[in-house]
């Protein structure tokens, strides 16, 4: 699976759009990209994944370039619950093939 | 969305004795699951992938003897850590996916297993 490389931190006010990026520049042309949490001591929570259109679901939307290299998930109005590490993944389809987790961002929404 | 169910969600044993953590897909079949580790202030990594019926497949470094896991029918994987020392002390996930489908993975919601 394709490396992805995220920043280790980011600050985001209460109310505001909340905006992580993810490289992944080796992304093969049948890697998904996908976007995991993980809220302190609880398993990760799936939020979106994309091959290459734009997605949006009720959790957040998922920005794919048009090269796919690299892709940004945003959160539209954050609140503290979105207090996580966010994991970017770049997976090969097929099924039930394993995830490989980076470091993740860590998102600390504040008052 | 799919609910993956753990038990117990957290553990204390003593040195040498054997603790069982078990996964369950409660809505869904999965032919595989994963297990994962995961140490404070660190990723998760992955252990092994169980499958239905067969024996497990384990990642470089991780010891099959140590790490038993039965995946018996299509809901449910065991994962038995067998004499258990203070540095297999950790956070233990398990993911399941649907059957048949490349989705998402759903995960469980851990055991935090401290050995003593």
């Known amino acids: 699976d394709a490396k992805t490389t995220q920043p280790t931190s980011m600050d985001c006010a209460e109310g505001r759009a909340a905006n992580l990026p993810c490289n992944h520049s080796?992304?093969?042309?049948?890697?998904?990209v996908y976007w995991y949490r993980q809220i302190h001591s609880q398993g990760p929570q799936y939020i979106i994944h994309?091959?290459?259109n734009n997605e949006t679901n009720e959790m957040a939307s998922l920005i794919i370039t048009e090269d796919r290299k690299s892709s940004t998930l945003i959160l539209p109005h954050a609140t503290l619950r979105d207090t996580a590490v966010y994991y970017c993944?770049?997976?090969?389809?097929?099924?039930?093939?394993?995830?490989?987790f980076g470091t993740g961002t860590r998102l600390q929404v504040t008052l | 969305g799919a609910v993956v169910s753990q038990h117990p969600s957290w553990v204390i044993c003593k040195s040498g004795t054997s603790v069982k953590i078990e996964c369950r897909s409660l809505?869904?079949?999965?032919?595989?699951m994963f297990w994962y580790r995961q140490f404070p202030k660190q990723s998760l990594m992955l252990m092994a992938t169980?499958?239905?019926?067969?024996?497990?497949?384990?990642e470089q470094g991780v010891e099959k003897d140590k790490f038993l896991i039965n995946h018996a029918s299509l809901t449910l994987s065991t994962l038995t850590v067998t004499s258990a020392h203070p540095e297999d002390s950790s956070f233990y996930i398990c993911?399941?996916?649907?059957?048949?489908?490349?989705?998402?993975?759903?995960f469980g919601q851990g055991t935090r297993l401290t050995v003593v």
């Open positions: 809505d869904f079949q999965a032919t595989t």
């Open positions: 994309g091959l290459k």
């Open positions: 993911s399941a996916h649907r059957t048949g489908e490349n989705t998402e993975a759903f």
């Open positions: 169980s499958n239905e019926g067969s024996k497990a497949t384990y």
């Open positions: 080796t992304i093969s042309g049948n890697e998904y």
């Open positions: 993944i770049v997976r090969v389809t097929g099924t039930a093939s394993k995830l490989t």
